[in-house]
Antibody, heavy 124, light 110 residues
């Protein structure tokens, strides 16, 4: 059974960079049937898609975050990562990683399964 | 890209049916049959309930169903149960190969 686990600092200072890693177990991140995504949820608010990456490195980012987001894949470790720069209090959220189904010839589709999420607080 | 539009809240009594709408544009919901729905209980990760507009993953109750007309997708839950009380989010593929979520709907079982 595929499982995803987010890891990284729970506290980041304003203006610094947030870095998270998602470790995939029970399946290969190099599968040509899936993409891998990051989603966040500020406390008490809704879900926001951050970005999606394929094992080849092809990536798609939310236009509202694109200037600050970089995603990467490490197939040797079966992990993918998120880096968000110049963070502010507005970036405080639970960050989820998830697998995304691939629509052949089209792109990334639905999310599932999801990791349990990790709370990142931006504060000095 | 703008978030998909969902009602903030809906409610129903046990045994009743409710429908949650999700309105987008021709660049997302209306342009593709790639709408998905997620259930989220407090403090938990979202769970996929419907994919590709109307398909249920293995293990999801057949009380959950999805449909789409034009730029609006809908999630219907029939035979409401107390355990269905949760937040529900829709999501869609977009013309720029991005993903977009709705603002979420809080379902209250009276």
């Amino acid at each position: 059974q595929l499982q995803l686990q987010e890891s990284g600092p729970g506290l980041v200072k304003p203006s610094e960079a947030l870095s998270l890693t998602c470790t995939v177990s029970g399946g290969s991140i190099s599968s040509n049937s899936y993409y891998w995504g990051w989603i966040r949820q500020p406390p008490g608010k809704g879900l926001e898609w951050i970005g999606t990456i394929y094992y080849t490195g092809t990536s798609y980012y939310n236009p509202s975050l694109k200037s600050r987001v970089t995603m990467s894949v490490d197939t040797s470790k079966n992990q993918f990562s998120l880096r968000l720069t110049s963070v502010t209090a507005a970036d405080t959220a639970v960050y989820y990683c998830a697998r995304q189904n691939k629509i052949t010839g089209v792109g990334p589709n639905w999310f599932g399964p999801w990791g349990q999420g990790t709370l990142v607080t931006v504060s000095s | 890209q703008s978030a998909l539009t969902q009602p903030a809240s809906v409610s129903g009594s046990p045994g009743q049916s409710i429908t949650i709408s999700c309105t987008g544009t021709s660049s997302d919901v209306g342009g593709y049959n790639y709408v998905s729905w997620y259930q989220q209980h407090p403090g938990k990760a979202p769970k996929l309930m419907i994919y590709d507009v109307s398909n249920r993953p293995s293990g999801v109750s057949n009380r959950f169903s999805g449909s789409k007309s034009g730029n609006t997708a809908s999630l219907t839950i029939s035979g409401l149960q107390a355990e269905d009380e949760a937040d529900y989010y829709c999501s869609s593929y977009t013309s720029t190969k991005n993903s977009v979520f709705g603002g979420g709907t809080k379902l209250t079982v009276l």
